[in-house]
């Protein structure tokens, strides 16, 4: 059966395909942020979703026909690009890592702000001047978006990829620079590196599966306008 938001449910035409919507989210730090929006647009996952112990990894909702999945942040880019989910919440740093032409990104969230940027030592960094790189090498999650930033601006970058701790390659010579997300700055302060360039702000969206938008028109716009009224409701409160 296919899911809408319960004031939707007049929209749903007898013979159009019928088939669950799947909403993918962020199992780590955006899902916290992420689900008053949910709920706020109606969606009640159940109740193993918030039970700590639990081993479940796809969740029913309140919804006929609406399910949840619970993958890494970077996985819902991919479960909704290949349209094993419809519906997904992503960072654009992931969106744009991938740049997969598969999604449509309606939405900007506006949580889990922070910004994607480069940073090197103290002491590199008081005698550095990016302006002059031709060539920068950096340990990084984010090999394709990095490569694209400075590729437009003459500089070619050699990205070592990383999954996380960025911030040790530099002490430790794997990399002399990272890119890698800052939000407080804490975690460069507490490893001795300094912020010298931003690449991108970032913040999460609301993101879609384009074929599933075209089949079901109503449905999944129904989800994105719920989400934006969701939004608004925030914004307003
Ligand atoms: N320090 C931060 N402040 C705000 N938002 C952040 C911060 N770090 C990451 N994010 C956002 O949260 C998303 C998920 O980050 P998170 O740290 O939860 O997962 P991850 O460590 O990247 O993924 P995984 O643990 O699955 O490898 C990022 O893609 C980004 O959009
Ligand atoms: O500027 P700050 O507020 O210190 O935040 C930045 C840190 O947050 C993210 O890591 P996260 O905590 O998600 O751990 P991870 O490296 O395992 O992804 C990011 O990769 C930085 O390490």
Redesign the pocket.
């Known amino acids: 059966m296919v899911s809408v938001p319960p004031a939707q449910s007049e929209l749903i035409s007898a013979d159009q395909p019928q088939s669950d919507l799947v909403l993918a989210l962020?199992?780590?730090?955006?899902l916290q942020e992420a689900m008053p929006l949910v709920r706020a647009a109606g969606i009640e996952p159940e109740t193993a979703f918030d039970d700590p112990g639990s081993r479940k990894l796809q969740f029913d909702t309140n919804i006929p026909g609406l399910r949840i999945i619970r993958v890494?942040?970077?996985d819902v880019a991919t479960f909704v690009a290949f349209g094993a989910a419809h519906l997904g919440i992503?960072?654009?740093?992931?969106l744009m890592e991938f740049d997969y032409p598969e999604i449509y990104a309606p939405l900007d969230l506006k949580i889990?702000?922070?910004r994607l940027s480069l940073a090197e030592p103290e002491d590199l960094a008081r005698e550095d001047d990016p302006q002059s790189w031709s060539h920068v090498r950096v340990a990084t999650?984010y090999p394709n978006l990095t490569g694209r930033y400075f590729a437009a601006r003459g500089v070619q970058a050699e990205c070592v990829k990383l999954?996380?701790a960025m911030e040790l390659a530099p002490a430790l010579g794997l990399c002399p620079r990272i890119v890698d997300?800052?939000?407080?700055g804490s975690t460069l302060r507490a490893n001795g590196l300094r912020e010298v360039a931003v690449l991108t702000q970032?913040t999460?969206r609301l993101i879609v599966n384009r074929a599933a938008f075209k089949t079901y028109p109503d449905q999944v716009g129904g989800w994105v306008e719920r989400f934006q009224n969701a939004l608004g409701a925030a914004d307003a409160a």
């Open positions: 962020p199992k780590g730090r955006i890494r942040a970077f992503a960072g654009n740093d992931v889990g702000h922070c999650k999954n996380g997300l800052v939000s407080t970032i999460s």
